[in-house]
Each structure stands twice: as structure tokens, then as C-alpha cells.
């Protein structure tokens, strides 16, 4: 069973930028594709973006392509989102996962950790 544990948010204005951090324990990540998905006040969890195994393939909801950019550190056993450009609508809690195509989490949540971006 993997844990994970999101971190990195905060408060910051539009604009601005964050990196976010998901640190897997319990066994390695390496072999699965992950992802990146979020909650906003009043709305489903969404997908936000996916990474493959190997960190060569990418893809991203229309809403962050071209601001957000998701990678991944197998070594460290960490997938990062770094956001810029930040706009009030992505205020939510963020929440990393792995991911079975094309955009659905499986496996358990972890806290997620919450964007707050002002206008």
C-alpha cells in the first residue's frame, strides 16, 4: 500500500507561483503513472495532470496546459506539480495519486494540501 503525502501549498496572489511535492512511502512509485488532481470548495475532485512511469509523458486538463508542469523524481520517490501563473480558480486542496488512463485515480488519498490564490 502506498502512502502519500502532498505538501508545498500556501497563499499567494495571482499571478504568483508554488510547487507542490508528493512524497510516496510504503513501496516504490517508479513503476506507475501519476497524476495530480484537485478539490475546489462545492465541486467534485478533478483531474489536473499525469505523468508516466519513466517522466517522458505528460498530459494536462485544458484549464492548467501551459502554466502548470508535472514531473517526477523516482529516485526521491516524489512527483511535483510546479504552478505558475496562478489564477483565483485554482484555489482548492491538491492531491496526488496514481493514475489509470486515461484520468482516473486509484489507490488511497492522502491530506492533500490547499492553494489559496488571491485575486
Known amino acids: 500500500q502506498v502512502q502519500l503525502v502532498e505538501s508545498g501549498g500556501g497563499l499567494v496572489q495571482a499571478g504568483e507561483s508554488l510547487r507542490l511535492s508528493c512524497v510516496a512511502s510504503?513501496?516504490?512509485?517508479?513503476?506507475?503513472?501519476m497524476g495530480w488532481f484537485r478539490q475546489a470548495p462545492g465541486k467534485e475532485r478533478e483531474f489536473v495532470a499525469r505523468?508516466?512511469?519513466?517522466?517522458?509523458?505528460?498530459y494536462y486538463a485544458d484549464s492548467v496546459k501551459g502554466r502548470f508542469t508535472i514531473s517526477r523524481d523516482n529516485a526521491k520517490n516524489t512527483v511535483y506539480l510546479q504552478m505558475n501563473n496562478l489564477k483565483p480558480e485554482d484555489t482548492a486542496v491538491y492531491y496526488c495519486?496514481?493514475?489509470?488512463?486515461?484520468?482516473?485515480?486509484?489507490?488511497?488519498w492522502g491530506q492533500g494540501t490547499q492553494v489559496t490564490v488571491s485575486s
Open positions: 495519486n496514481t493514475v489509470r488512463l486515461p484520468t482516473t485515480a486509484v489507490g488511497s
Open positions: 510504503g513501496r516504490t512509485i517508479s513503476d506507475y503513472r
Open positions: 505523468i508516466n512511469s519513466s517522466g517522458a509523458v505528460t
